[in-house]
Structures are given as C-alpha cells and as structure tokens.
C-alpha cells in the first residue's frame, strides 16, 4: 500500500497562497486516485479536491471552486494542492488520501469510504 506525506503547510494571510504536496514514499503511486481532504477544529474532515489516477479528471468542493487546483505528476510520485486567495475559514490539518484504482476505479472521488491510504495531514493557517 502506498504511504503518502503531506507538506507545504503554514501560517499565512488571508488573500495568500500556498501550495501543498503529497508525495508517495512507498508503493506505486500511479495506481492511486488522490483526494485532498480538510478537518477544522471541531468539525468532520471534509472533501477539498480529487484527481484521477492520470489527472485526466478532477473534481472540487463548491467552497474552493476557482481558487484551489489540484494536480499531480505520477514521474514524481507527487500531487499538489495549489490554494489561492485563502480566507480565514480554510483554517484546518489538510490530508491527502489515494484511492487504488483497481479496486475503486479511476477516479477522482469526494467521498472519504473511497479512499484507502491517508497521510498523516499538514496544518494550514489563515490569520486576517
């Protein structure tokens, strides 16, 4: 199974960018669907953005729409989560996930029951 890392992460102003990466350690990364998933404090981890196995398609959460992309290069065993035009309320631990494309299908995917590997999540800061 592959092990993802998350990085990127920071504290920044509101109207900022930052760009996160997943990187897979171990495994076949191109194999995998990748989601990009948020948890703010005291809320339930929530769906950001998805891609498929060959970043053909992606999918987002209506709250990112036009300011986030998501991306991928399986050469580099990596994705990306480019945010821009950050506000307050994107606030959260940022986790990618994969999702393996022979037991899911291609992808992209927005539900958490679809993927099966999860990093261990970045933490994301937005000050006024």
């Known amino acids: 199974q592959v092990q993802l890392v998350e990085s990127g992460g920071g504290l920044v102003q509101a109207g900022d960018s930052l760009r996160l990466s997943c990187t897979a350690s171990?495994?076949?990364?191109?194999?995998?669907?990748v989601g990009w998933f948020r948890q703010a404090p005291g809320k339930t981890r929530e769906f950001v953005a998805g891609?498929?196995?060959?970043?053909?398609?992606?999918t987002y959460a209506e709250s990112v729409k036009g300011r986030f992309t998501i991306s991928r290069e399986n050469a580099k065993n990596t994705a990306w989560l480019q945010m821009n035009s950050l506000k307050r309320e994107d606030t959260a631990i940022y986790s990618c996930?994969?999702?393996?494309?022979?037991?899911?299908?291609?992808?992209?995917?927005?539900?958490?029951?679809?993927?099966?590997?999860w990093g261990q999540g970045t933490q994301v800061t937005i000050s006024s």
């Open positions: 996930a994969g999702a393996l494309t022979t037991k899911r299908g291609m992808g992209p995917f927005a539900a958490i029951y679809d993927y099966d590997a």
């Open positions: 171990t495994g076949s990364f191109s194999t995998y669907a």
């Open positions: 891609i498929s196995w060959d970043g053909a398609a992606t």
